[in-house]
């Protein structure tokens, strides 16, 4: 196992955490709720190339394993649908106030963060046992 795989995926996964559980909560909760989601709007491009770049690090740096490279690479191309389709879209639908539209493609943009963080985590601690 290589240490770079092992810090990769780490950072991949605090990195995911710290932004969905910290920085975005506390943005929302420091913040005029028009002004957060302004914030947060501006934000996200710049964490999706974060989850990008990283989980293809990690992925590249993970070739030695079976699974590893898999979840990562899966982590990596939903990133793309989430930063290119889905996110212009949860945008549109705000611009628009359509409020139904919103809440469903928000909370599907929440369950690939989620199922990111799941999976980043699985791969790390499969790294490190």
Known sequence: M???ALLATALLFGGMVLYSFGFAAFIF???PTELAGTVIRRAFPYFYLFVLFTAAAAMMATLHDVIAPTILGIIAATTIFARQVLMPAIN???DARNRTRFRT???ISVLITLAHIAGSGWVLVRLAS
């Open 2 to 4: 290589s240490t770079f």
């Open 105 to 107: 493609l928000h909370a």
């Open 92 to 94: 549109q639908a705000t």
């Open 29 to 31: 909760n420091v913040l």
